[in-house]
């Protein structure tokens, strides 16, 4: 298995659904999955795209700085870490922001088990 390859895929799909259909990201989750959202933690699957689907914004893009990823574990996990900067729709300034995702292999693909969101304040 290649982590970059898988990550750098992961991360187009994740920000690809995300700026377009926050609820296609369910698939990605599971009850076992926990997400801090700027130090609020939400866990499982549904609960998770709830509070991704019901955040203050309609439209977003995510443009992606860097990814590094590393190997996790004996059960084949990946950390990702991402940066980048989110333009919010109507909004002339983008954001900057960092994600960790740890994905966990299930069933011949990923699942995101633990996910870390923050934005980054000059």
Do not use: W
Request: proline share 3%.
């Amino acid at each position: 298995m290649d982590s970059d390859l898988v990550a750098k895929q992961f991360v187009e799909y994740y920000y690809s659904t995300f700026d377009t259909n926050r609820a296609g990201l369910a698939s990605l989750y599971q009850e076992s999955s926990m997400l801090t959202f700027e130090g609020t933690k939400t866990q499982g699957a549904a609960a998770i795209v709830a509070k991704l689907a019901g955040l203050p914004f309609q439209q977003c893009h995510h443009a992606v700085s860097t990814i590094d990823c590393q190997p996790s574990g004996p059960a084949g996990g990946i950390l990702v870490f991402v940066s980048g900067q989110l333009q919010l729709a109507g909004e002339q300034h983008a954001l900057k922001f960092s994600q960790m995702f740890h994905l966990m292999p299930h069933q011949g693909s990923f699942f995101v088990l633990n996910d870390i969101f923050r934005l980054n304040y000059a």
